[in-house]
């Protein structure tokens, strides 16, 4: 049929209980410590620029082989999670982030370096689809808000690693980078009991019986051509978040002759924003639609990217906030609506997004640095400046929550 429908279907028995906030704190907190280590790489560029003598080129290849770790692998392993669920793979997926750090705190040339990040990107791939289907067992129903809230702490982590790096690596230098490491055996052992919660509900979920939830049917020609618009969306906020992500603080230096640790600031200030932005877009989506969130976030924030160019350094930093609350709030409202859209494939959904984030960031790094190198930086963010028009796209994703009242309506009048 070419109709869309609604229906009722069983859940499982965590879908029906409150909402989990000590496992979602705790994941919080572990996401936070992950993103935070992951953003030390890039937040010492300007350092392994200067001690490697990189051109702008290696410097997005550093990311790119990061990225692009994690963007294979988290759909592969969100997949077979999927089948297999694993819940101690999280506590694994951060042993992998710890010897990547330490690998890049001892290496000694850009090649060691290069398999340092693939490190960090495996762990992160590993991470993530298992951490998304955790948050989702623990949200009892409010999906948004359990999204926001376990991405709020990557972000957060992804704010206070240039703030870290500025006050501590600069200083003394790439080896101090070693002594983050203990934050990933600290985010083992909080893993390792969310892994003991996640044992202990699924084996309770099996021998409860079901409850009813409702979900959305949509053609299988819909849900395809709504995934690809979704993935169009990604791929514009990633790639305009990777010019400010990689080289905003190469932009303040140049165009503003700041310091570095001043530059550093101005990151820091904008991926806190980004942060808020992140906590922000879940609980609007579960009360207003996400298709709104989606709306708002990546079209809305067009007028600001287009400014930010031309300002001067005062209304760059007020920008540069705008833009990072505005744009962050899209990725929770994305992630759930596919989740809405695919029932069944947390995992799959989850690592199949977070691949493509990551991928669309990797990419978008390696290829505005070497535009940088080709061209000059300011260019670069007068180009980046129009990617979010791509969000009128949204116009094509059908109201998932409109289709849920009608399905529901549809369903009772049958009974």
């Known amino acids: 049929m070419s109709t869309t429908v609604g229906r009722i279907e069983p859940a499982t028995l965590a879908s029906a209980q409150s909402t989990g906030f000590g496992v979602l704190g705790a994941l ?15 937040a010492i560029y300007p350092l392994l620029k200067g001690t490697f003598d990189l051109s702008f080129t290696q410097i997005g290849l550093i990311t790119l082989t990061y990225q692009a770790t994690a963007s294979l692998l988290q759909p592969l392993v969100g ?27 001892i290496a000694p040339n850009f090649e060691t370096v290069l ?24 949200s009892g129903g409010r999906h948004g808000l359990a999204q926001s809230l376990f991405q709020v702490g990557g972000n957060a982590g992804s704010a206070v690693g240039p703030l870290l790096a500025a006050w501590i690596i600069i200083p003394h230098g790439r080896p101090s980078l070693a002594w983050f490491s203990l934050g990933a055996l600290l985010a083992m052992i909080v893993l390792f009991q ?3 919660w996640y044992k202990q ?10 409850v009813a939830r409702q979900i959305v049917n949509l053609p299988h020609s819909k849900v395809v051509f709504s995934v690809c618009v979704l993935l169009v969306l990604i791929f514009s906020k990633y790639f305009y978040l990777a010019s400010l992500n990689s080289y905003y603080t190469f ?3 140049q165009k503003f002759q700041l310091s570095v640790q001043a530059a550093q600031v101005y990151l820091f200030v904008f991926l806190f924003a980004v942060a808020l932005g992140t906590l922000a877009g879940g609980p609007i989506g579960d009360r ?84 940088i190198d080709m061209t000059d930086i300011s260019f670069v963010y007068h180009v980046c400046a129009f990617l979010p028009l791509i969000g009128l796209l949204t116009a094509f994703l059908p109201n998932l929550e409109r289709l849920k009242t009608t399905g529901v309506g549809e369903a009772l009048q049958k009974t």
């Open 28 to 42: 919080s907190f572990a996401h936070f410590l992950n993103d935070m280590m992951q953003s030390l790489i890039l």
């Open 79 to 105: 997949l077979y999670t999927d089948k297999h669920p694993k819940p101690y793979s999280l506590s694994v997926g951060m042993g992998f982030t710890m010897v990547g750090l330490v690998a890049l705190s």
């Open 115 to 138: 398999l340092a990040a693939a490190l960090v990107g495996t762990g992160s791939s590993i991470f993530h689809p298992e951490s998304s289907r955790v948050a989702r067992m623990a």
């Open 194 to 196: 969310v892994g003991t």
């Open 201 to 210: 509900q699924r084996l309770t979920a099996r021998g409860k019986a079901s």
């Open 251 to 253: 932009y303040l230096i």
């Open 288 to 371: 207003i639609g996400r298709k709104y969130v989606i709306w708002g976030s990546i079209l809305g924030v067009a007028p600001f990217t287009l400014l930010l160019p031309y300002a001067n350094l005062f209304w760059t930093g007020v920008l540069s906030v705008i833009i990072g609350l505005v744009i962050a709030s899209a990725f929770s409202a994305i992630l759930v609506y596919a989740q809405e859209l695919i029932p069944g494939k947390i995992g799959t959904v989850s690592g199949l997004f977070f691949g493509f984030a990551f991928g669309m960031g990797g990419v978008g790094a390696a290829v505005l640095g070497k535009l």
